[in-house]
């Protein structure tokens, strides 16, 4: 029997993504110059607000205040109607060290493995649906919302009156056999100017105006988002509703309160697979929450490539302060193509993929500043890039009676996305017999 299912994604101006931009902002300009920064970074929107607390102990110097305004600038709120704009936000910051009780479980000293930084279980997931190895109706909720960004940033004379808050969902109807007929419904929500103004004060006039807004925004998503986002081949008699509550001008912070880590199936896989519950960003990567469930992305992704399953999810839990996993779990749905029980390709995996929490770091390159880029748009299904970023590393000199910080400017080639890369498949086919 066919079935339906849904995924959403958010664009780079909603609230709650809003605080996701700024936490992860701040801690790569704390990794930026320290790179065993330990980060645990909130950040709270709000109308004309943002509060930013947590836990840091880092050797980095950084001005909070200009971090947050140069974050939600390059967002796009910079208009006074906005209710909520990069110039004249209020900001408050409220933080302090990490505890003790916590860092001596975490931090490695002579004889002693750093361990990890709270217990709990975190998941990967991979199939076959996309090029990226992403459930479909996630990675082109994605795409939609990416798409009205970057018409408000680069085209601006496509749809003039975009703002920076959006949202988008797609539904993907599935047959018999679990493959994709179609996608079944596409939903479309952006903000936007009050650009058609009633010819009077009436509501008869106002609702004129409203349907005014309404029928044009219609038109341009379909003329200028859809065909640009969506394979044709997949719009089959598909249902559209395109702001479906009618006019969106009030949106953003001033519209809805925004907290940091409130879009982690967002930030995933979209309902499909498993969520251990831990939120991402403004973690730093001795948090297994972030790092380990980078690591089993990693996993998932290379493991189906492979060939070994054409859809995987991998789940691994950890003891805080304890560096080896308590457990490490294989689930393919039955879509296995090596002639062996998950617990055996389980077994296989934890000797493939080493997921003490050092290694992780180590393995992915999860001490550089570069969480910013995934804190829209998913963390998950991402190309994989080198750029060049500016660090500021700190040193200690000592010359045997004064202690000093020394600055080191300097400029590195980085990786992004490391957990997206297939580096990992000509092992697994060896591991696997699949050569």
Not at 14 to 20: E, G, L, N, Y
Not at 59 to 88: H, L, M, Q
Not at 272 to 294: L, M, N, P, Q, T
Not at 381 to 401: F, M, W
Request: net charge negative; glycine share 8%; aromatic share 8%.
């Amino acid at each position: 029997m066919s079935y339906l299912f849904t995924s959403e994604s958010v664009s780079e101006g909603h609230p709650d993504k809003i605080a996701d931009q700024v936490s992860d902002a701040i801690l790569d300009a704390m990794l930026s110059q320290d790179p065993d920064s330990r980060v645990a970074c909130e950040t709270f929107v709000t109308t004309g607000l943002v509060v930013v607390g947590g836990e840091i102990t880092t050797k980095a110097y950084v001005e909070i205040p200009d971090i947050v305004r140069n974050t939600i600038k390059r967002i796009g709120y910079t208009e006074d109607d906005y209710k909520f704009d990069a110039e004249s936000c209020g900001v408050m910051v409220t933080l302090h060290s990490q505890s003790p009780d916590i860092a001596q479980g975490v931090d490695e000293s002579a004889g002693k493995e750093q361990g990890a930084g709270d217990q709990g279980m975190m998941f990967g997931y991979a199939n076959n649906e996309t090029e990226d190895f992403m459930p479909l109706a996630l990675a082109y909720s994605h795409k939609l919302v990416k798409r009205l960004a970057d018409i408000r940033k680069h085209q601006p004379e496509l749809m003039p009156y975009l703002r920076p808050d959006a949202k988008s969902q797609i539904t993907v109807e599935y047959n018999d056999n679990g493959s994709i007929e179609r996608i079944h419904t596409v939903v479309i929500s952006t903000q936007h100017d009050d650009f058609i103004k009633p010819k009077e004060k009436s509501t008869a006039a106002q609702t004129v105006a409203d349907q005014g807004m309404l029928g044009k925004i219609q038109e341009d998503i379909m003329k200028h988002v859809i065909p640009e986002v969506l394979p044709t081949e997949y719009l089959k008699d598909t249902i559209y509703h395109i702001n479906p509550t009618g006019k969106f001008i009030i949106g953003g912070p001033h519209g809805d309160a925004g907290l940091t880590g409130r879009k982690i199936i967002v930030d995933t896989y979209g309902g499909k697979g498993a969520h251990g519950g831990g939120a991402f960003s403004g973690k730093d990567a001795s948090k297994v929450d972030r790092s380990a469930a980078y690591a089993c992305r990693h996993i998932a992704k290379n493991l189906v490539a492979a060939g070994v399953a054409s859809e995987i999810l991998v789940q691994v839990a950890y003891a805080i302060g304890v560096a080896k996993p308590v457990s490490l779990t294989i689930n393919t749905y039955g879509t296995q193509q090596v002639g062996m029980s998950d617990s055996e390709i389980a077994a296989i995996t934890r000797d493939l993929f080493d997921m003490r929490p050092k290694a992780i770091i180590d393995r992915l390159g999860l001490k550089n500043p570069i969480f910013l880029e995934t804190a829209a748009y998913g963390h998950m299904g991402r190309k994989p890039s080198t750029k060049t970023v500016k660090l500021q590393y700190i040193e200690l000199r000592n010359d045997g009676e004064d202690e000093e910080m020394i600055r080191k400017n300097s400029t590195q080639e980085v990786e992004y996305f490391t957990w997206e890369k297939l580096d990992f498949v000509d092992q697994v086919r060896q591991a696997f017999n699949l050569v």
